[in-house]
């Protein structure tokens, strides 16, 4: 079976960093793009940012780019978020996910809370 | 960035009747004879699960009471007969072009 298992949500204060990681399982990992994807009440599901089979594409969402960054270990089959320079509205639950232009396999997603 | 529109925000279904949601996008998600939309449910406490690829293909063991049509700008999900799990939030999804890939701000469907 797919698994998809998310971990290093936290709470942290404004300006700070966190790494999210997305641990692989159950099918061939350099055969699919991997994403995340964020839940916010405000502004519902947002694609944040999206990395190719090999690593070397990378898509950002424009309110995250050049603070977030996505990367791949190809032999770990795992997938990371690197967060820094983090706001209020950040905040929100964070799903990782499988494929191209639609995501068809989703992890259970991790809370991060971006507060003073 | 492709902007997409749910119709209604909630909506209550009794029972073993249909419900349907519309969704809109701002431009033509067509191309190649294909129209790049998708359709998830999210049950409370739970991530997305897809539903549907491509404006009509159905995900493999979604129920058949689960379908997909329309072209262009103009997007419907089906339910044609509500059963009590289907309770949830319904979005859309564009995948038109590069990204951004946008979602539709969800539809909450309830059991009346």
């Known amino acids: 079976d797919v698994q998809l298992m998310v971990s290093g949500g936290a709470l942290v204060r404004p300006g700070g960093s966190l790494r999210l990681s997305c641990a692989a399982s159950g099918f061939t990992f350099t055969d699919y793009y991997m994403n995340w994807v964020r839940h916010t009440p405000g502004k519902g599901l947002e694609w944040v940012a999206r990395?190719?089979?090999?690593?070397?594409?990378?898509y950002y969402l424009d309110s995250v780019k050049g603070r977030f960054t996505i990367s791949r270990d190809n032999v770990g089959d795992s997938v990371y978020l690197q967060m820094n320079s983090l706001r209020v509205e950040d905040t929100a639950v964070y799903y990782c996910?499988?494929?191209?232009?639609?995501?068809?396999?989703w992890g259970q997603g991790t809370l991060v809370t971006v507060s003073s | 960035d492709i902007v997409m529109t749910q119709s209604p925000d909630s909506l209550a279904v009794s029972l073993g009747e249909r419900a349907t949601i519309s969704c809109k996008s701002s431009?033509?998600?067509?191309?190649?004879?294909?129209?790049?939309l998708a359709w998830y449910q999210q049950r409370p406490g739970q991530p997305p699960k897809l539903l549907i690829h491509?404006?009509?293909t159905r995900e493999s063991g979604v129920p058949d009471r689960f379908s997909g049509s329309g072209s262009g700008t103009d997007f419907t999900l089906t339910i044609s007969s509500l059963q009590a799990e289907d309770a949830a939030v319904y979005y859309c999804?564009?995948?038109?072009?590069?990204?951004?890939?946008?979602f539709g701000q969800g539809t909450k469907l309830e059991i009346k």
């Open positions: 431009q033509s998600l067509l191309y190649n004879n294909k129209n790049y």
């Open positions: 999804q564009q995948s038109w072009g590069a990204p951004p890939y946008t």
């Open positions: 491509l404006a009509s």
């Open positions: 996910a499988r494929g191209y232009d639609y995501a068809d396999y």
């Open positions: 990395i190719n089979e090999d690593g070397s594409e990378k």
